[in-house]
């Protein structure tokens, strides 16, 4: 009984790794609020977001990811204009 009952990872997002490759793709920056992890949510039939995954800040929605991903950065980088 010393290891970590793997049922507990599998409960977890089965998508968690490619959200994360998905993230790192897109050049997402950490999150304008708290500096947490981002997470991007979507597909070819629902509208993108981002949404972070410490304090559950997000944007709006946007049809592509790379609208969404343009416009997080822009709240992350602090300089809209
Ligand atoms: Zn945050």
Redesign the pocket.
Known sequence: MTSVPTAERITENPFAHLDRERCEALGLLA?P????APSITGSRNNPWRIT?K????SSSLYDTDAEAAGAWNRRAGGNAP
């Open positions: 999150c609020h708290c500096g947490g972070c410490s304090c559950g800040a």
